[in-house]
């Protein structure tokens, strides 16, 4: 199956980063792992999962899983919690015994969750958190409960992962590194040269940033990544506007409809911390006359379904591959492994994959 074939792909946990800023950083940059996924890596992690599932007795279906989502209107964390509910029930635990509750981007909402989950006794907790800086709070109380925890998507500090491993507790992050994304994101551009990039003719990159939360890592590394990927590969940039649009596609095309009528013509690319706000950006460059690939350049992340199409088209420059199958999946490993008494590394690694029109077909196929 080939949503397998891409799911399966484990990465190294990156080194640290520099705080985010609209010029990029100058951090050496984080090592990039293989972006191809083959069959013959696909067959050993299958293995794993099915040996992790055996390892669980059969039991599974008893289990009771609770799965707090950050806000359900996410389209990558909607593809998210499709893929992990549906890997769950393939490994054995049953649809009813698996409840999934939607924080409404409201911290105090999905706390007030969190604690239902406890007093309800769930074997199992699996957390995308509305704010990350909420985690040692949270940890505390599900350690306190003494159930297994396993963080997703949203990464909580180095300081709160060292707690776990100082701890010895079962609790464990499964996620993508954001600076990779961000690198991705800048080599798209970079790859293009400054001839095809520099419309102005100033010899610089002129560009514009659109931020997820300011809250979110994610956002940060994204932010800084893609800026610094361009200036290792020696351009020069400027920052015409950074702008924080949460995710958003409607905040997403208001803030580009802005920046391109203050800016015009000098605005060459687009950068998104994610493909809704992408998506927004798209029908705001379209509104102002422009067109991608001939007088102004536009990435994302994550892949949706729809940004994928429009890479083919060429109506969006490039995105990054949020692999959803590979994290939703190893989370549900990971909580798996928890149950089963087998324990996990703190920090669980997949990889990002560059997406451009020479292999956006084989990515749009991977999601069907």
């Given at each position: 199956m080939k949503k397998k074939l891409v799911s399966v792909v484990l990465a190294a946990v990156m080194g640290m980063a520099l705080l985010a800023g609209c010029g990029g950083g100058s951090a050496a940059p984080a090592e990039q792992p293989a972006e191809e996924k083959t069959e013959e890596a696909a067959e050993p992690a299958e293995t794993a999962a099915e040996e992790t599932?055996?390892?669980?007795?059969?039991?599974?279906?008893?289990?009771?899983?609770?799965?707090?989502?950050?806000?359900?209107?996410?389209?990558f964390m909607t593809l998210f919690r499709g893929e992990l509910e549906r890997y769950l029930i393939e490994q054995g635990f049953a649809k009813e015994n698996i409840t999934i509750v939607d924080g409404a981007n409201d911290q105090a909402t999905q706390s007030g969750q969190i604690d239902n989950f406890i007093s309800q006794g769930v074997d199992v907790l699996i957390i995308n958190l509305v704010n990350s800086s909420s985690a040692s709070t949270v940890t505390d109380k599900v350690v306190a409960a003494n159930i297994p925890l396993v963080y997703i998507n949203r990464e909580p500090d180095e300081a709160e992962q060292q707690r776990w491993t100082d701890n010895n507790w079962n609790v464990c992050y499964v996620g993508c590194d954001a600076r990779q994304s961000g690198t991705f994101q800048g080599e798209i551009i970079a790859d293009l040269g400054l001839d095809a990039i520099d419309f102005n003719g100033n010899g610089k990159i002129d560009y514009i940033m659109i931020e997820g939360d300011p809250e979110n890592i994610d956002a940060a590394y994204r932010t800084e990544y893609s800026v610094k990927a361009l200036t290792d590969a020696g351009f020069e940039?400027?920052?015409?506007?950074?702008?924080?649009?949460?995710?958003?596609?409607?905040?997403?095309?208001?803030?580009?409809?802005?920046?391109?009528?203050?800016?015009?013509?000098?605005?060459?690319?687009?950068?998104?911390?994610?493909?809704?706000?992408?998506?927004?950006?798209?029908?705001?460059?379209?509104?102002?006359?422009?067109?991608?690939?001939?007088?102004?350049?536009?990435?994302?992340?994550?892949?949706?379904t729809e940004v994928v199409q429009y890479v083919i088209s060429g109506e969006i420059t490039g995105t990054v591959f949020n692999n959803?199958?590979?994290?939703?999946?190893?989370?549900?490993?990971?909580?798996?492994?928890?149950?089963?008494?087998?324990?996990?590394?703190?920090?669980?690694?997949?990889?990002?994959?560059?997406?451009t029109a020479e292999n956006a077909q084989e990515i749009l196929d991977s999601l069907q």
């Open positions: 599932a055996e390892a669980a007795g059969g039991e599974l279906a008893d289990k009771k899983v609770g799965v707090c989502i950050y806000q359900f209107a996410d389209n940039v400027n920052c015409l506007d950074d702008q924080v649009g949460m995710w958003d596609q409607v905040k997403g095309n208001e803030l580009v409809n802005n920046s391109l009528s203050q800016y015009g013509n000098d605005v060459e690319v687009v950068f998104c911390n994610n493909d809704a706000m992408a998506l927004g950006a798209l029908q705001a460059i379209q509104s102002q006359g422009r067109t991608v690939g001939k007088d102004i350049y536009l990435v994302g992340v994550d892949a949706l959803h199958f590979a994290q939703a999946d190893s989370a549900a490993d990971a909580a798996i492994n928890y149950l089963n008494g087998t324990g996990n590394e703190h920090n669980i690694q997949c990889d990002y994959t560059k997406v």
